[in-house]
């Protein structure tokens, strides 16, 4: 069985750094990219990010929104994705959902999230 | 970035009866390999998302035959035949095409 498990939300001042943990298990993590995507309080889904795969040499795309502050990296040994989230903004409040990504059928297996609060 | 405009963006049903919910594109999600690049999820209260279909019309694993997708180029629809208690929740349009991907609004479904 598929399983994504998000860890590592919190609060944080604006400003601040927080990394976030996905950790799947059944399946091969190598084999897949890895996307992120958020959803802010009471509002629609917003991608964040991805990791692509071994074979496509795990390069990584972001939105505009958090390029230059968000890095997603990955440990495929551990079967684990990360999210470094830094200089963190009110407006990155949001529960983070980690996604299998493809490279065929995208976002077919979801984390339960882990909600991220920037304030001071 | 894609910009994906869902309507209605709520709507109430009767069990039983069926459902549509319009998705469009702000370009052709027609991929020059010849899939169109449109996927439909679920997200029901208090859960993540869940993928219904992908590439327009293709059902995912477990996914009831009462949702069916179709469409074409930058319009798109999902259809529930026969409305049922669970499926309410939101329903979100994804393009897969271009990075960034983007999501339309959502379309909250509630029962009658």
């Known amino acids: 069985e598929v399983q994504l498990v998000e860890s590592g939300g919190g609060l944080v001042q604006p400003g601040g750094s927080l990394r976030l943990s996905c950790a799947v298990s059944g399946f091969t993590l190598s084999d897949h990219y890895m996307d992120w995507v958020r959803q802010a309080p009471g509002k629609g889904l917003e991608w964040v990010g991805r990791t692509r795969n071994k074979a496509n040499s795990y390069t990584t795309d972001y939105a505009a929104s958090v390029k230059g502050r968000f890095t997603i990296s990955r440990d495929d040994s551990k079967n684990s994705l990360y999210l470094q989230m830094n200089s963190l903004k009110t407006e990155d409040t949001a529960v983070y959902y980690c996604?299998?990504?493809?490279?065929?059928?995208?976002?077919?297996?979801w984390g339960q999230g882990t909600l991220v609060t920037v304030s001071s | 970035d894609i910009v994906m405009t869902q309507t209605p963006l709520s709507l109430s049903v009767t069990p039983g009866q069926p459902a549509s919910i319009s998705c469009k594109s702000s370009?052709?999600?027609?991929?020059?390999?010849?899939?169109?690049?449109l996927y439909w999820f679920l997200q029901k209260p208090g859960q993540p998302p869940q993928l219904l279909i992908y590439e327009v019309s293709n059902r995912f694993f477990g996914v009831p035959d009462r949702f069916s997708g179709s469409g074409s180029g930058t319009d798109f629809t999902l259809k529930i035949s026969r409305v049922e208690a669970e499926d309410v929740g939101v329903y979100y349009c994804m393009q897969s095409l271009l990075l960034s991907y983007t999501f339309g609004q959502g379309t909250k479904l509630e029962i009658k």
């Open positions: 370009q052709s999600l027609l991929h020059s390999d010849g899939k169109t690049y």
């Open positions: 996604a299998r990504g493809g490279p065929a059928i995208h976002f077919d297996h």
